[in-house]
DNA sequence: CTAATACCTGTAGTCACTAGAGGTTCAAGC
DNA sequence: GCTTGAACCTCTAGTGACTACAGGTATTAG
């Protein structure tokens, strides 16, 4: 048996399998603190209950949504506090719903700027290429505003 | 005068404010390669001509449109090269505009799963909201797949 | 001449991990 | 009991593209 019985502690490796983690990630969430430290069996290794499983499931779940580390320690902290309104996670949601389109709106802008620039190219040299002339001078831009794509980007 | 008659050596901070980066932007850039190690006046402070400034400028630019600096050395190095053919700038820009495509398309299905999720929460305790419960439980996702907001991110 | 400003170098911090070195513990087979 | 190999341990450094200091020097305006 690989010990995948429903109560008995859990090993480390298991655990991030459970989560579609890494055993280092886990390690990097218990020393940044949004999961408790762990138990540890008479060898010094960390041992893990279910509870642990569905915290570290709502820590990668609340990641993939695009949550920042920060606002998951928040969202674990409100979802501690059951019988408190859900103002205050309804907020979070919504600023990051926002902070996501402004990224999507940002990132068709650019975009657009770029298809246009790249439909200019009409594959001679360097010497005429559009693209490298519309980089050499941002007046050949349809906006005159920064585009924004190292922000948006990365 | 402040020195910005057109062709007398410029200082860091006229360099940075004409192509709206900071001093320690432009040091950063001669450090990693982008800018040619400087010259120097008596006192060992960084003097600039015009080409820097374009030269800059085109780096800026580029980076705005969200270019990698591994991408903006190649195209400078392009830009070096006139003569060649415009082929792999051409190449360079389309593989750009692809992953932008592709950010906007993965960023539009998790605004759409945070819409859906942020709408049906309807303001009562924790204990019954709707986020902290999808964030919870993965299956109430409307894709089982994972949203990759974490990467398409930051 | 003085004071404010701009500049210099070098180091460390950001974010959310990931990768590696160098050592220890565990589990299975013989 | 012994061996072997996988899994585990801690600690450090690296990623990208800067930004922010600290502690010192140069320039420039008045």
Same mark, same amino acid.
């Given at each position: 048996? $690989? =010990?995948? +019985? =429903?109560? *008995?502690?859990?090993?480390?490796g298991e655990l991030a399998s459970r989560t579609h983690c890494k055993p280092e990630t886990v390690r990097y969430y218990e020393k940044i603190g949004l999961l408790p430290a762990a138990l540890r069996n008479e060898g010094n290794q960390r041992r893990y209950s279910? *509870?642990? #499983?569905?915290? !570290?499931?709502?820590? &990668?779940? *609340?990641?993939?949504?695009?949550?920042?580390?920060? *606002? #998951?320690r928040e969202l674990l902290d409100m979802a501690? /506090?059951? $019988?408190?309104p859900c103002q205050q996670v309804d907020s979070l949601a919504?600023? /990051? !719903?926002?902070?996501?389109?402004? &990224?999507?709106?940002r990132l068709t802008v650019l975009r657009d700027?770029?298809?246009r620039t790249v439909a200019q190219c009409d594959g001679g040299s360097v010497e005429q290429c559009r693209i490298i002339e519309v980089l050499s001078d941002? &007046? !050949?831009? +349809?906006h005159n505003t920064a585009h924004g794509g190292a922000e948006a980007l990365r």
């Open positions: 048996m $690989t =010990s995948t +019985s =429903s109560h *008995a502690a859990i090993g480390i279910e *509870a642990t #499983v569905q915290r !570290l499931m709502f820590i &990668r779940h *609340a990641r993939d949504f695009g949550f920042s580390v920060d *606002a #998951v501690d /506090h059951p $019988t408190q919504r600023r /990051h !719903l926002a902070e996501v389109e402004s &990224r999507i709106q700027e770029l298809q941002h &007046r !050949l831009c +349809s």
